[in-house]
């Protein structure tokens, strides 16, 4: 059973950093590519980032490049997202998913995805 589990949020103010771990498990974790979304009160769910087996493919979404980090350690089967600089309006719930192959942009395109992790960014 395959199974992503989300960690590391929380209740942070603004200007401060946070790191997401996306921790995999029943999967080949080097046949996929792991991406990272959040999902705001209200709004749809976005791309914020995403990452290839190998940390040769890395995206980011307009609104997250310069201030979002994503990275991945095969060997712990894990995947992380560092934020800095959080602002009010990076609230929201922030899930990883796994697609095989190469990363995509596109919600539809993963085939698993994470429980989710709440942030929330006090001014």
């Known amino acids: 059973q395959v199974q992503l589990a989300e960690s590391g949020g929380g209740l942070v103010q603004a200007g401060d950093s946070l790191r997401l771990t996306c921790k995999a498990s029943?999967?080949?974790?080097?046949?996929?590519?792991v991406g990272w979304f959040r999902q705001a009160p209200g709004k749809e769910r976005e791309f914020v980032a995403a990452?290839?087996?190998?940390?040769?493919?890395?995206y980011y979404s307009d609104s997250t490049r310069g201030r979002f980090s994503i990275a991945r350690d095969n060997f712990q089967h894990t995947a992380y997202l560092q934020i800095y600089t959080l602002k009010p309006e990076d609230t929201a719930v922030y899930y990883c998913?796994?697609?095989?192959?190469?990363?995509?942009?596109?919600?539809?395109?993963?085939?698993?995805w994470g429980q989710g992790a709440q942030v929330t960014v006090s001014s």
């Open positions: 998913a796994a697609v095989w192959g190469p990363p995509k942009e596109e919600v539809h395109s993963y085939t698993y």
């Open positions: 029943g999967l080949t974790f080097i046949n996929y590519a």
């Open positions: 990452i290839s087996w190998n940390d040769q493919i890395i």
